[in-house]
């Protein structure tokens, strides 16, 4: 199926920090919708795409102007008090319609301009390589938080077969690691993965953030259970994994290679 792709004119880009999410000041899209396309994605079960047409994967708005509407309100935001910014939330700000259109870039340089507080940067995309001079020049005001749900790249091609390849994410990692940008890695949602998951993390990281769709897709695991992820892993013979406890797995696996205050489970994991 073709993806869509339509500008549209944002009346504002900055949302308030709220459930999930409550340790920010804000949550910030640059775009709506997302060509990973996700299996698990809770967003399919939110109005942002409920309340539009076509499936959720195949489509994506671009913000047009944003850096220019995001620079006034940031401006604003900061006059009340102090702006802590979660990128992104409902949308990848690295999937590859960024690699034109570059909206991401244009906020970064917002807030190079004009830093918040904190920014934590949330993708699973090597793209943003491309703007390691830019999350430089934040300093220690940026976290990148890469999603790696498993070390098993046969079971990212199941579960979100558009999304890059697991080793590409690794190799990202090293990059931002070597360039002096901190880092954290997300396994979220928990995915099947091997006993050498931590050893393949530990040159890459100190921080890790673990999570689950039980935990972790703000609904107590309704959203998921009504994508019907389960029938994914019945489907694999792997339903061990999908389990409130299953997260507990890779935590142990993490624990006998990590120190425990370098894993963080679910929203902590998140926050500032
Ligand atoms: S990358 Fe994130 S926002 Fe995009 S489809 Fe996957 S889970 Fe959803």
Redesign the pocket.
Known sequence: MKTEYLYKQPKTLLNKGTGFLSGYSHSLNPYTG?T???S??Y?RQMPVSTFRDGV??NWVDIKQDAAEIFRKELKRAKAKGEVSIFMSS???PY?PIEHNEMVTRSLLEVMVEDPPEFLLVQT?SPLIRRDIDLLLLLKDRVRVSMTVETDRDDMRKYF?PH?PPIQARLATLLLLKEAGVPTQVTIAPVLPSTENFADKLLPLVNRICIDDYFMGDGSGGKRTRNLKIDSLYTALGMKEWYHPSAYKIVYDRMKQVFPEDQIYISKKGFEP
């Open positions: 997302c990973f396309g996700c698990y994605c967003v959720w994967g409902s949308t990848d999937q699973r979100t999304a």
